[in-house]
């Protein structure tokens, strides 16, 4: 015999409405009781499908550190693809923004959505907290295991570019990074570190720099930049940054030294940012699609029995005058 809701309310020691509203996500209960309620539910077998409730409300969690659209327009994009998502499906959309020492489950809370999508880094105790509310839950531009996630291609992207630079005959390629916390910049680390081996070529550590925790990707590139300038010995002939924003620190950095982009030193960026066409010369690139980012995390998260857990989108480079004197 097939369980009913009332199996599961004696299971849970709640009444039938309180099964209801639980497996629905309506709100009215303690997050205890619902825990208790879709837990005794799992336990006996009952349809998992209504597990799964119409999602009406969506909130768009993003990091603080992440939370600063005119220095790293990134997420706003992300977020446009989000919200256009959203938007075609019926779905009203929230932003909500918190650091590590704010109370997450208490925010989301007040804003009541049936689904979370969470975008960029956040500590894994915040990750645990979301998983643990029980509602259809997104990972964009991050990993964890067992969890619905949608990512750029990052190690290929890594990978294009250095060999982009490698064709230039630039062999004492940089790199400029973030904290290796944030899966995106772990995978671009790995990628470039990966690209030496393929080539054959010597990797020296000296030259992978990370940017001082706390600093924005300008300021922290910026100083990143005069630590591989001052260094004893020969100085780079290239450098590849972990996204845009740091990439052109660095080329202002150069530029400020004497030297001449890309003649002297070649610099390449990731994400292909609105103002990466337009800097003086115009920065090469790793392109992504940042708005399909958003709007791919959407789609994963309505899916109810995805063929794939984990979504890698497609990049591809984009050449322009900081890299090579003939840009195609």
């Not at 259809?136 to 990512?151: E, F, H, K, M, T």
């Not at 062999?171 to 910049?185: E, M, Q």
């Not at 994963?300 to 090579?324: C, G, I, K, Q």
């Amino acid at each position: 015999m097939a369980t009913t809701i009332r199996d599961v309310a004696r299971e849970a020691s709640v009444s039938i409405g309180t099964v209801s509203r639980a497996l629905k996500n309506q709100p009215g209960l303690s997050d205890a009781t619902r825990v208790r309620v879709v837990e005794a539910a799992r336990r006996l077998g009952y349809d998992a499908a209504q597990l799964r409730p119409r999602i009406r409300r969506l909130t768009f969690l993003l990091h603080r550190q992440h939370n600063n659209f005119a220095a790293s327009p990134f997420f706003s994009h992300v977020l446009h693809g989000v919200e256009d998502a959203c938007r075609e499906r019926g779905i009203v959309p929230s932003v909500l923004t918190a650091g590590p020492t704010e109370d997450v489950a208490q925010q989301m809370r007040l804003h009541a959505p049936d689904a979370i999508a969470v975008a960029g880094f956040v500590e894994p105790e915040t990750l645990a907290t979301l998983a643990a509310m029980q509602r259809p839950l997104v990972l964009i531009d991050l990993w964890a295991p067992g969890l619905r996630s949608v990512n750029l291609d990052n190690a290929t992207g890594a990978a294009l570019a250095m060999r982009h630079l490698f064709a230039q005959k630039r062999t004492r390629v940089a790199f400029i990074g973030g904290s290796l916390a944030h899966y995106s910049i772990a995978q671009r680390a790995l990628g470039y570190r990966r690209a030496f081996f393929e080539a054959g070529l010597l990797f020296d550590p000296s030259l992978e720099v990370t940017i001082d925790a706390g600093l924005d990707p300008a300021t922290g590139a910026d100083l990143a930049m005069q630590r591989l300038l001052d260094a004893p010995g020969p100085r780079p002939d290239a450098v590849f940054a972990y996204n845009d924003a740091a990439a052109l620190a660095a080329l202002r950095a150069c530029i400020a030294r004497g030297l001449r982009v890309p003649d002297d030193i070649a610099i390449i960026g990731f994400d292909d940012i609105p103002a990466a066409e337009h800097a003086t010369p115009p920065l090469s690139t790793i392109a992504v699609d940042k708005e399909a980012l958003g709007r791919r995390g959407v789609e994963l998260l309505l899916e109810e029995s995805p063929a794939e857990l984990e979504v890698r989108l497609p990049v591809h480079l984009v050449v322009r005058a900081s890299t090579s004197v003939n840009p195609s």
